[in-house]
């Protein structure tokens, strides 16, 4: 298997470059033209793109190439929109999320918590076993060509991602974001894979609409990926069952279980966070850094300015030169 080191943290980096080789699409249009613009590229993070800005497909070109503001309020991964999303439903995981403000831009990049290392670092070989079964998975039901085969003789790699760049608006934010997307069906849209254990009694049935579908609605919905396929296997890591879930009907699915999950309510602490973070980081200042964590235990949020020139700080300074020219 072809893995990436534990030690590997690409931070925000490879957004950053997608962004520099492509500010046009950040430049302010008038309001009667509208873009999608689809592009592809060798980096691992970026190999195929699409950034929408209006349903349209007219592409107005700008000349405002070298603007120093993105005219964007948030730029991140989409995991870590997906983290803020389910927080007002997680009681078992805490996060810590650094934010710092470039030319009005608030960028927001997730560091691992202590609980999170030591997890890691005492993970069993069975459980590293159940990884890759799940990127197994995604060999097995995949092809490189739409009438092409799956290639299951090659090894696991872990390092290559597929991606979709997003831009879209939650009420008064508007946001970029890039995710990994698995795959795509034959009609192009986009498809994701999971793979869970099976479910043998009405206990596991509720713990899987209550944990995991909040997971998997909210990764998917965020990028528009409106198919799930999930392997279902047993202890041995054999697939018994394939389920095609679709993501916008996720939600109906919980309604009746005795701790439902609601999608308006994990949008609304979303839309509360993001402007906790325009209210409380006002110094525009990339090498200062705000970190906002919650803790596990107490679901408490709380933040601190660490200051400039911390471990936090992710912003590289290949990137802020750019602007700065």
Request: glycine share 4%.
């Amino acid at each position: 298997m072809i893995q990436k080191s534990d030690e590997q943290n690409e931070l925000i980096d490879n957004i950053l470059r997608w962004i520099l080789q492509h500010r046009d699409v950040f430049a302010i249009q008038s309001k009667t033209s509208t873009s999608v613009t689809q592009t592809s590229s060798n980096d691992d993070h970026s190999s195929v793109t699409n950034s929408k800005q209006s349903s349209g497909t007219k592409r107005k070109h700008s000349s405002s190439q070298n603007s120093s503001t993105l005219n964007t309020d948030f730029v991140s991964w989409r995991g870590c929109l997906t983290r803020l999303l389910c927080s007002p439903y997680e009681s078992r995981e805490g996060w810590l999320l650094a934010v710092t403000r470039f030319n009005d831009t608030f960028y927001m990049c997730e560091f691992d918590t202590e609980e999170k290392k030591n997890m890691e670092a005492n993970r069993t070989d069975f459980q590293k076993e159940m990884c890759y079964w799940g990127w197994k998975f995604e060999q097995y039901v995949t092809a490189d060509k739409p009438d092409g085969k799956p290639d299951t003789s090659s090894a696991v790699n872990n390092c290559e991602a597929y991606c979709t760049v997003i831009r879209t608006r939650l009420n008064s934010h508007s946001l970029f974001f890039s995710g990994e997307v698995d795959c795509i069906g034959s009609k192009g849209n986009y498809i994701e894979l999971k793979t869970s254990r099976e479910l043998y009694n009405s206990i596991q049935d509720e713990k899987f609409k209550r944990f995991k579908l909040i997971k998997w609605w909210a990764q998917s919905f965020l990028p528009g990926v409106s198919k799930i396929i999930c392997g279902f296997r047993d202890d041995d890591g054999v697939v018994r069952r394939l389920q095609e879930f679709n993501t916008h009907k996720i939600p109906d699915m919980v309604k009746d279980i005795k701790t439902p999950w609601k999608p308006n309510i994990c949008f609304n602490f979303l839309d509360q966070f993001l402007t906790l973070i325009k209210d409380t980081v006002k110094v525009n200042d990339p090498r200062n850094v705000y970190l906002f964590s919650r803790d596990s235990k107490s679901n408490d949020i709380t933040w601190q300015n660490v200051g400039p020139d911390s471990e936090f700080q992710f912003l590289p300074q290949w990137y802020i030169d750019e602007f700065e020219k």
